[in-house]
């Protein structure tokens, strides 16, 4: 893999910004925010790696009910709440904090989420599912926010290589609820993406990681005014 080291000239105006990663199993999520957290560090941008479900003390330990266990644990409502408890405490204890503190928060997943797995996936009323998002975390939204898609097969063909890997308890919890629910469920991302321009880009993920990595950079950087000077 390419090495990242660029010399970057940034200004101590820039304004601490929230990015998420999206996207359906398999799609490199982690290891994105992990190559942008590196790039972005590296231009001296103070930044925080986080991830939902969990990402704070009381949100891991929601984590585990949630992708852990049978694919029927939960009722779709049920599941619904259980996110959006372990996302306030995320909030309130991570999130915000590190904002206010002038960090840079990139999160493995968020509201978007729960919008596209139980929302469009599960059928639970998105319209519900939005006032819930408002309850918990008002008007705040990431800054912008990176779905990374490829088709729901070959997504679920890594996630299942990767869970085989693990010796500890499997999180594969979502993997096992068949391809008809990860076809909404990337449905669910595309229409979240169409309906918010501004917030949304999409990234194909059925290419090599570093022509990945430097989409998202490169995305990242012109957005927030990021400048690389050689």
């Not at 469920?185 to 321009?197: H, M, Q, S, V």
């Amino acid at each position: 893999m390419k090495e990242l080291n660029p010399k970057v000239v940034t200004t101590s105006t820039l304004k601490a910004r929230f990015i998420s990663f999206e996207g359906g199993e398999g799609g490199g999520k982690t290891t994105q925010i992990k190559l942008l957290t590196h790039a972005l560090n590296a231009a001296g941008i103070d930044t925080l790696q986080t991830r939902e479900p969990g990402g704070s003390p009381g949100a891991e330990s929601i984590r585990s009910l949630l992708v852990q266990g049978e694919p029927d644990r939960w009722d779709p409502l049920t599941e619904t709440l259980l996110h959006f408890a372990a996302r306030r405490d995320h909030l309130t204890q991570v999130i915000l904090p590190a904002l206010k503190k002038g960090q840079w928060v990139l999160t493995d997943r968020f509201a978007d989420s729960t919008m596209a797995y139980q929302g469009y996936g599960h059928g639970v009323n998105k319209k519900a599912i939005h006032s819930l998002y408002q309850f918990v975390a008002g008007s705040r939204q990431p800054d912008m926010t990176i779905i990374l898609d490829l088709p729901p097969k070959d997504g679920l063909s890594r996630s299942k290589e990767r869970e085989e890997k693990k010796i500890t308890q499997k999180e594969d919890r979502y993997e096992r609820m068949g391809v008809d629910f990860h076809e909404r469920l990337r449905d669910g991302f595309l229409d979240i993406a169409r309906k918010n321009r501004k917030r949304c880009i999409v990234i194909d993920t059925t290419r090599g990681i570093d022509d990945i990595e430097q989409d998202i950079r490169r995305l990242v950087f012109e957005k927030f005014g990021i400048y690389e000077h050689e």
